[in-house]
């Protein structure tokens, strides 16, 4: 046993992943490199075939859905859990897809700490899993550790970077261009002059939101004020309520998150005082979080790690496994915005576009690390 963890599969019921019963004025932008290809280019023009066309339309059931449920893929979730309404949850949306159209074997675990990453994915590479999928930049040690020791099994990481093993593959996104094109927003809605960023743990992933977050709010309105916040950890709301409280007592009427589950008290905290009459808004991030307060959504920054998690789960049960690190953004639509925003006017949404293709042309690197 390892501990107390929580493994679902597809169906929503929670079960061992062995087998076995149930266990339920523009910025100076600095020219720093976008997209990296580390002996990817194939993954990469996977995914971003697979990711246009997921962004399209859904996906009717595969012809010969249900031949391939001995090809078994494990995830393990960072200590946010499934349900952080995140990356976690995205993820585990992508491979229940995955599951579903191809009749594949899918289940997670979910960490409850640090300590819990080696055991859980080692847990999966014992039960004979064909891809065992890390997610978030803080496994990225864990992932290493376990696919050194299991060279025959193929494994994954969203967010981190895991060089030198044939046998990982590493999905990382261009978060700093997403997070601009919401800044742009921002930075053009605000009333105050003043707007917020929350962030979850002070690593390289969430400040490349902070980076972008305050370059695309510095484009479209240079007099604008951007207030920082970070709470430390990813999956404690009461945290990201009083973060969020701390930049709307100092003006700010827009808090954009990358904080996980504890982005949920951001949430929180602006259906509170919209109930007080004060006019606040949140800027989501990872998927479109209207559901957790359309009220005070303004709109959310996309990171379809959904899809690239389908795509990469895919191209591994068909061998076309390609290991290294690909990183995706703007250009292969793998950040960005909803396609429904109610509460952004039209012609901010234009001048969204306007700078989206900037960016994918290069006349704009958005920085990875703040400038200001």
Request: aromatic share 8%; charged share 25%.
């Amino acid at each position: 046993m390892i501990g107390v963890h929580r493994t679902g599969d597809g169906n929503g019921r929670v079960e061992n992943p062995n087998g076995g019963g149930d266990m339920k004025g523009h910025p100076k932008f600095r020219r720093v490199p976008t997209f990296r290809r580390v002996g990817a280019i194939a993954l990469a023009f996977v995914l971003a075939l697979g990711l246009l066309a997921g962004c399209a339309k859904g996906s009717a059931p595969a012809p010969g859905a249900g031949e391939h449920k001995d090809f078994r893929v494990g995830m393990v979730t960072d200590i946010g859990g499934v349900n952080d309404n995140s990356f976690n949850q995205g993820a585990w949306e992508g491979l229940q897809r995955f599951g579903k159209e191809t009749g594949a074997t899918v289940k997670y675990v979910e960490s409850k700490s640090d300590a819990d990453y080696v055991p859980n994915l080692q847990q999966f590479a014992q039960g004979g899993y064909s891809l065992i999928w890390g997610i978030g930049y803080m496994m990225a040690d864990a992932v290493r550790d376990v696919a050194s020791k299991n060279p025959a099994i193929k494994f994954g990481i969203i967010d981190g970077e895991v060089k030198g093993l044939d046998n990982v593959t590493s999905v990382t996104f261009a978060e700093q261009e997403g997070a601009f094109l919401v800044g742009v927003v921002a930075g053009l809605m605000t009333k105050t002059g003043k707007v917020g960023f929350v962030g979850g743990m002070d690593i390289p992933v969430i400040k490349r939101f902070e980076a972008g977050f305050k370059a695309g709010v510095r484009a479209a309105n240079p007099n604008a004020q951007v207030l920082v916040a970070y709470t430390g950890n990813f999956n404690r709301p009461d945290d990201g309520k009083s973060a969020a409280a701390s930049l709307y007592d100092k003006g700010a009427d827009i808090v954009f998150h990358a904080a996980g589950q504890t982005g949920d008290g951001v949430f929180s905290e602006a259906k509170d005082r919209r109930k007080a009459g004060q006019e606040v808004w949140v800027i989501g991030v990872d998927r479109d979080q209207r559901d957790l307060g359309p009220e005070v959504t303004l709109t959310s920054m996309l990171k379809r790690v959904d899809v690239a998690i389908y795509d990469v789960s895919k191209s591994v049960m068909e061998g076309k496994f390609t290991p290294g690190i690909v990183t995706l953004g703007l250009k292969e639509d793998a950040v960005g915005l909803p396609k429904d925003n109610p509460h952004v006017p039209q012609d901010v949404m234009q001048k969204v576009q306007e700078f989206k293709e900037k960016i994918v042309k290069g006349e704009i690197v958005v920085p990875t690390t703040p400038e200001y």
